[in-house]
């Protein structure tokens, strides 16, 4: 089972007194396992979001501090911002970020409430996957009437917080905690100032929509349905919540998202939609910023989106993905975005010691001839096979970009993107093989005093050996998919490279005979026997087809360039 990694994005009513959020982030990150992965000081909205990870209990005790220290030191009496807020932690969300279900995580913030509300005598309303009173859940509505109006909200029947005092202590007023799936806050930049035609462009967009009125859609009598409610027009846009505002630090109005939902609409496709919604209204996009992180894959799906539209192919690396994704979207229009600091995992994949895969190719090789045994025949087998299917990511490339093939873009542009995919696990088996040496380095290393000790210790050399048969076994499995790609990049890609395709098939060929020795000689020192022959005849398997599959098509190969 994967490790339990929650994420906690509180949003703290302070943006203007760095010293004020710093005691804030010192008594979260006094919690040793959580990390901070990002802080967002926003002065014209007068709010800060912050955000760490690490295993539940330890974010919770995180959180509970942050929200202690917010509630010590912000006054909500003198308080004065854009953004709507009803205390100082506005609302502490805690979201799933791998290992641990939806459930388990509202869970966890219940406690957080509890904890909170007991502790702290602040006021609590769980909401989203936290709140079972589905009337109660949607986060704009419990704040509806913000700070100012909680006072008498506070004490109405149906507004009794879920835990906490049911009056609003007037120096830290309330807080909202719940669970939640990535929320995306999302600006769209506008190249004018007027908040009226930013909040009818938000209207336009936002799931709510606007209510109907007659006559003039925007002064006229509101339309009331047969049960005296309002009638209302949706927007365009599902799991979308927006507001116009002005942003007197940039000069410019800005429309106001939050994506509650980037599955059903992704950046890109609000993006898109802004910018045909403002020109209607005589308006243009200028640009746009993501608030806090964001996960990767709405960025790599913006990328591909765009590229798309360009009629080319969509096969290129994360990084390229990235680079058309900012670019498209306009994120650095108003403060350089640095992929490294704002996409979660790459923040959450950092660490003090340097892979392999950092490593520059000098770099490489010096480690890979030094004394030291790892890197080995392992990590050097992931890393052909990553170099041979990155041969064939290029040819694929070349022929969806080829003069004339344009009816075949589409087709070359999925080869690319499959091999992509299929680099990006070579990649990762590169660092892994050395990880799995280095287990069984450990585990010989653990004591051996006792009957209990010497237990113990044999069965963690068996187990890190198991896995470091695994790894090279996953190095042969993914090189060997990659043969199809090159094949076909040898049969239909651009002639100009098909020498390109052979050298990547050799490549493929010398990884996975490589990857091979490594798994037999892991296999035959395993104390499990069964075990270790299914592996090796799993290996032989591969091994055979592999060299079958690649010698024909580098005849094929030799055929086409023969004179």
């Given at each position: 089972?994967?490790k339990?990694?929650?994420e ?6 302070e943006?203007?007194?760095?010293e004020i959020?710093?005691?804030?982030t010192?008594a979260?990150?006094s919690v ?7 802080v967002d ?12 990870a ?15 220290k917010a ?5 909500m009496?003198?308080h004065?911002g854009e953004h ?5 932690t506005?609302v ?5 970020v791998?290992g641990?279900?939806?459930?388990d ?6 406690k ?8 702290l005598q602040?006021?609590?309303y769980l909401?989203e996957?936290?709140?079972?009173n589905?009337?109660?859940?949607n986060?704009?509505?419990?704040r509806?009437?913000?700070?100012e109006?909680f006072?008498e909200k506070i004490?109405?029947?149906e507004?009794?917080p879920d835990?906490?005092?049911q009056v609003l202590p ?5 807080t909202?905690i719940g669970?939640?799936?990535?929320l995306?806050a999302?600006?769209?930049n506008?190249?004018?100032k007027?908040?009226?035609i ?6 336009d967009?936002?799931e ?5 009125r007659?006559g003039?859609?925007y ?5 009331k349905?047969?049960?005296g409610?309002?009638?209302r027009?949706?927007?365009t846009?599902?799991?979308v919540k927006?507001i116009?505002?002005?942003?007197e630090e940039y000069?410019m109005?800005?429309?106001s998202?939050n994506l509650?939902?980037y599955k ?5 496709q ?6 045909a919604k ?9 640009g746009?910023?993501l608030?806090g ?7 790599l799906d913006?990328?591909?989106h765009?590229?798309n539209k360009?009629g080319?192919?969509?096969?290129v ?9 900012i ?6 229009q108003l403060g350089e975005?640095n992929p490294?600091e704002?996409i ?6 950092k660490s003090?010691n340097k892979?392999?895969i950092?490593?520059?190719i000098?770099e ?6 030094s ?7 392992g990590s050097v087998?992931?890393?052909c096979?990553?170099?041979g299917i990155s041969?064939?990511?290029m040819?694929a490339?070349?022929s969806a970009?080829k003069?004339?093939?344009?009816d075949?873009?589409?087709e070359?542009?999925n080869w ?6 299929l680099?990006?696990?070579l ?13 069984i ?9 006792t009957?209990?000790?010497k237990q113990?210790?044999k ?10 048969t695994?790894v090279?076994l996953n190095?042969?499995?993914?090189a060997f998919?990659?043969?199809?790609i090159l ?7 651009n002639p100009?490279?098909i020498?390109?395709?052979?050298v ?8 996975v005979r490589?990857?091979?020795f490594n798994?037999?000689?892991?296999a035959k020192?395993l104390?499990?026997k ?6 090796a005849?799993?290996a032989r398997?591969i091994?055979?087809e592999?060299?079958?599959?690649i010698?024909?098509a580098?005849?094929?190969v030799e055929?086409a360039?023969?004179?």
């Amino acid at each position: 089972m994967s490790k339990q990694i929650i994420e906690c994005v509180p949003n703290f009513s302070e943006g203007q007194n760095p010293e004020i959020i710093k005691q804030i982030t010192n008594a979260i990150e006094s919690v040793e396992g959580v990390k901070l992965l990002h802080v967002d000081m926003g002065k014209a909205t007068n709010r800060t979001v912050v955000t760490f990870a690490g295993e539940p209990s330890l974010v919770v005790e995180a959180a509970f501090l942050g929200i202690q220290k917010a509630a010590e030191l912000i006054d909500m009496r003198t308080h004065k911002g854009e953004h709507p807020r009803m205390g100082a932690t506005d609302v502490c969300p805690l979201v799933p970020v791998s290992g641990i279900s939806m459930e388990d995580c509202a869970k966890w913030a219940i406690k957080l409430a509890e904890k909170v509300g007991n502790e702290l005598q602040i006021p609590v309303y769980l909401y989203e996957e936290a709140q079972p009173n589905k009337l109660r859940s949607n986060l704009s509505v419990i704040r509806g009437g913000e700070y100012e109006g909680f006072v008498e909200k506070i004490k109405l029947p149906e507004w009794q917080p879920d835990f906490g005092p049911q009056v609003l202590p007037l120096k830290h007023g309330a807080t909202v905690i719940g669970a939640r799936d990535f929320l995306i806050a999302y600006n769209i930049n506008l190249n004018t100032k007027s908040t009226r035609i930013a909040n009818r462009i938000a209207f336009d967009v936002r799931e709510a929509g606007r209510v109907k009125r007659e006559g003039n859609p925007y002064s006229g009598k509101v339309v009331k349905d047969e049960n005296g409610e309002d009638v209302r027009i949706p927007g365009t846009l599902k799991s979308v919540k927006a507001i116009g505002w002005y942003i007197e630090e940039y000069g410019m109005a800005q429309i106001s998202m939050n994506l509650t939902n980037y599955k059903i609409t992704s950046v890109h496709q609000a993006f898109d939609e802004v910018c045909a919604k403002a020109e209607e209204r005589g308006t243009r996009v200028t640009g746009s910023e993501l608030v806090g992180l964001v996960p990767l894959q709405p960025l790599l799906d913006a990328g591909k989106h765009y590229l798309n539209k360009q009629g080319r192919s969509i096969g290129v690396s994360d990084k390229e993905l990235i680079h058309i994704a900012i670019q498209s979207l306009g994120l650095n229009q108003l403060g350089e975005f640095n992929p490294d600091e704002r996409i979660i995992e790459y923040v959450l994949a950092k660490s003090p010691n340097k892979k392999l895969i950092d490593l520059t190719i000098q770099e490489f090789a010096d480690e890979t001839a030094s004394e030291s045994p790892a890197p080995g025949g392992g990590s050097v087998s992931a890393l052909c096979a990553t170099l041979g299917i990155s041969l064939g990511a290029m040819v694929a490339n070349l022929s969806a970009d080829k003069r004339g093939w344009e009816d075949r873009t589409a087709e070359f542009s999925n080869w690319a993107e499959k091999a992509q995919q299929l680099k990006n696990q070579l990649v990762h088996l590169i660092d892994e093989d050395t990880n799995a040496f280095n287990a069984i380095m450990t585990a010989m290393q653990m004591p051996k005093a006792t009957d209990e000790e010497k237990q113990l210790r044999k069965q963690a050399i068996e187990n890190a050996s198991v896995y470091a048969t695994v790894v090279p076994l996953n190095t042969m499995k993914a090189a060997f998919q990659c043969i199809d790609i090159l094949k076909n990049m040898v049969e239909k890609g651009n002639p100009n490279s098909i020498t390109d395709a052979a050298v990547g098939l050799l490549c493929i060929k010398t990884a996975v005979r490589g990857a091979y020795f490594n798994v037999m000689i892991n296999a035959k020192g395993l104390a499990n026997k069964e075990q270790a022959n299914a592996f090796a005849t799993e290996a032989r398997a591969i091994l055979k087809e592999n060299h079958t599959q690649i010698d024909t098509a580098l005849e094929q190969v030799e055929t086409a360039i023969h004179f």
